[in-house]
């Protein structure tokens, strides 16, 4: 387990955790590991932690010191791994419908990479992405593991409208739109799944830490996922393997 490069105060009630300023994965597996053992010891004091590419916010419950607890943990022995939770890669399959009705984008794209839209579908469905982060709108995931062959640059003039479970390319990363929202991804395509729901008792459908894998359905199998969503009885196909 790799020790965080910097603690310091994060406002009045919480400190900031930093490691090397990079996106990595060996290095988030770190970092996901230090975030459990964290709970795991300092479950008393600690209200909830932020995970994000390299670098953990732990909110502190009322009367914590943030002065007090940064001493804590850097006394904290990170030797042994003993005492964190064994890891599990969590595999969530994610449909998404690469149709020009919803890949609003996705020709362009194509055409500005020199690859045909089924060789983007394809290249876009092979990776296995790691979730690093959930932010800028609540639920959505931001990615890693985007080929370079799909790189490419923020619109110049964002939408003011993207649909929920929009799938989209922004500069080196790809990620899902979990609300209607402004933005200035590139749109390639949807999924018809719920990415945040308030009323559920996990409200968001990732977490830091899991990984996604994309593959493609077509529009009439979309429509039918999509009522099976709505009727809640369509189920995340996930797979968990050992890290």
């Given at each position: 387990?790799?020790?965080?490069?910097?603690?310091?105060?994060?406002?009045?009630?919480?400190?900031?955790?930093?490691?090397?300023?990079?996106?990595?994965?060996?290095?988030?597996?770190?970092?996901?590991?230090?975030?459990?053992?964290?709970?795991?010891?300092?479950?008393?004091?600690?209200?909830?932690?932020?995970?994000?590419?390299?670098?953990?916010?732990?909110?502190?419950?009322?009367?914590?010191?943030?002065?007090?607890?940064?001493?804590?943990?850097?006394?904290?022995?990170?030797?042994?791994?003993?005492?964190?939770?064994?890891?599990?890669?969590?595999?969530?399959?994610?449909?998404?419908?690469?149709?020009?009705?919803?890949?609003?984008?996705?020709?362009?794209?194509?055409?500005?990479?020199?690859?045909?839209?089924?060789?983007?579908?394809?290249?876009?469905?092979?990776?296995?992405?790691?979730?690093?982060?959930?932010?800028?709108?609540?639920?959505?995931?931001?990615?890693?593991?985007?080929?370079?062959?799909?790189?490419?640059?923020?619109?110049?003039?964002?939408?003011?409208?993207?649909?929920?479970?929009?799938?989209?390319?922004?500069?080196?990363q790809t990620g899902i739109?979990?609300?209607?929202?402004?933005?200035?991804?590139?749109?390639?395509?949807?999924?018809?799944?719920?990415?945040?729901?308030?009323?559920?008792?996990?409200?968001?459908?990732?977490?830091?830490?899991?990984?996604?894998?994309?593959?493609?359905?077509?529009?009439?199998?979309?429509?039918?996922?999509?009522?099976?969503?709505?009727?809640?009885?369509?189920?995340?196909?996930?797979?968990?393997?050992?890290?």
């Amino acid at each position: 387990m790799i020790a965080p490069k910097d603690i310091q105060p994060f406002g009045d009630a919480a400190i900031l955790l930093s490691w090397e300023q990079k996106i990595d994965e060996v290095l988030h597996v770190e970092i996901i590991k230090y975030d459990a053992l964290l709970h795991q010891q300092y479950s008393k004091e600690i209200l909830e932690t932020v995970v994000s590419y390299a670098s953990i916010a732990v909110y502190l419950k009322k009367g914590v010191s943030p002065i007090s607890f940064i001493e804590v943990l850097k006394r904290l022995s990170i030797v042994s791994t003993k005492t964190a939770s064994s890891q599990k890669k969590v595999v969530c399959k994610i449909p998404v419908c690469y149709h020009n009705s919803f890949g609003l984008d996705i020709e362009e794209l194509a055409n500005s990479s020199g690859l045909s839209v089924s060789e983007v579908v394809k290249i876009h469905t092979s990776p296995l992405y790691r979730v690093y982060f959930i932010g800028f709108l609540p639920g959505f995931p931001y990615l890693g593991g985007l080929d370079k062959r799909l790189y490419t640059p923020r619109k110049e003039t964002p939408r003011s409208v993207i649909e929920a479970g929009s799938v989209a390319i922004g500069g080196e990363q790809t990620g899902i739109y979990p609300v209607n929202s402004p933005g200035g991804w590139n749109i390639i395509g949807k999924t018809p799944l719920q990415l945040f729901n308030p009323s559920k008792d996990h409200i968001t459908l990732f977490k830091a830490g899991d990984y996604i894998q994309f593959y493609e359905v077509s529009l009439t199998e979309f429509n039918d996922i999509l009522l099976q969503v709505e009727s809640n009885t369509f189920t995340v196909e996930k797979e968990v393997q050992d890290v």
